[in-house]
């Protein structure tokens, strides 16, 4: 066999490093990685909005919390409505569509209902999802459309994944982005990630826990620990063009780890201070955000790098 013949076989033999396989059910989207399973996106059904769950590292390990999806012995069962990853909020025109959980007892919860399932594309570098959805009350009256594409993909070492969220919503009442820490984009992490046990979070500017994270502004903030033994760790993303860039941090010790723009009164403890926004009839708001679930701490990755390149557009 020649050298060239071998090296064809060869490149026939090997895996598709970042190949991603989508596999569609009726309310589900399962997503695969490299021969492996990374998360399933959940919509419509029931499901009073959409989520990702659960997310996992290269390694198969699960980085976010399973409950209320599905029960773990040592996961904590508060914050019902903290379900695997989301984006919505809690005051939308006075709608909660944040902790809008069927079991929790509200009479002014929002649905986040699929109004079109659009793209569903898998690859050998990465695979896609779209969906269009409707931000309505309780009697269906819609307030504001939602596109959202969702690109799946993983970095060339092959110990880590990526989802890169790009949202726009659209209005169709007049609708206001109240002032409340209850939001936006959002991962519940697994237990032992957090930092009631080995996690620590960092951000951008080197600020590490609670206390200098939350409520604080940065453009980025990486969260990791170890589950098992195993050093992992997850960072969000928050895209320059997104509205009131650098994002506030709506990030806790026992595994809430958000991005928030509309929580400025609690943020800081003032409460002259208003945060909120207007989206008018027709008017279009763009939010990108990017996660990835990497191996390894913060100080072992190059995690602003990593930002640098994605907002460089590499």
Not at 55 to 65: D, E, I, M
Not at 175 to 189: M, N, P, Q, S, W
């Amino acid at each position: 066999m020649t050298r060239f013949a071998w090296a064809a076989c060869a490149a026939l033999i090997l895996p598709v490093h970042g190949q991603v396989k989508m596999a569609k059910e009726a309310n589900k989207i399962s997503v695969e990685i490299d021969g492996k399973p990374f998360t399933s996106f959940y919509f419509g059904g029931d499901t009073q909005k959409p989520f990702l769950h659960p997310l996992r590292a290269a390694s198969g390990t699960v980085v976010s919390r399973v409950w209320p999806m599905e029960e773990k012995a040592g996961e904590a069962k508060d914050h019902i409505h903290h379900q695997g990853l989301w984006f919505t909020h809690g005051d939308v025109n006075g709608l909660d569509f944040w902790a809008n959980h069927p079991t929790q007892k509200s009479a002014k919860k929002g649905v986040v209902a699929l109004k079109k399932m659009g793209t569903v594309k898998g690859g050998k570098k990465a695979g896609t999802i779209a969906a269009v959805f409707n931000w309505q009350d309780s009697t269906g009256k819609v307030l504001l459309s939602e596109d959202r594409v969702m690109t799946f993909h993983a970095r060339g070492d092959g110990k880590t994944r990526i989802v890169d969220f790009d949202i726009k919503l659209t209005g169709v009442e007049k609708a206001k982005f109240g002032d409340t820490k209850e939001g936006v984009f959002a991962i519940r992490l697994a237990a032992q990630l957090d930092g009631k046990h080995s996690g620590k979070m960092q951000s951008a500017e080197g600020k590490v826990g609670e206390k200098l994270v939350w409520g604080k502004r940065s453009p980025w903030v990486d969260y990791s620990g170890k589950i098992d033994g195993e050093t992992l760790g997850v960072s969000i993303f928050d895209h320059p063009g997104n509205p009131k860039h650098p994002t506030y941090w709506h990030s806790r010790d026992y595994g809430l780890f958000a991005a928030n723009i509309w929580g400025e009164h609690d943020f800081y403890a003032d409460k002259s201070k208003d945060g909120s926004m207007t989206l008018e009839p027709g008017q279009t708001w763009r939010f990108r955000y990017r996660v990835i679930v990497h191996a390894g701490d913060t100080a072992g990755n190059d995690v602003a790098g990593w930002y640098k390149s994605w907002t460089d557009g590499k």
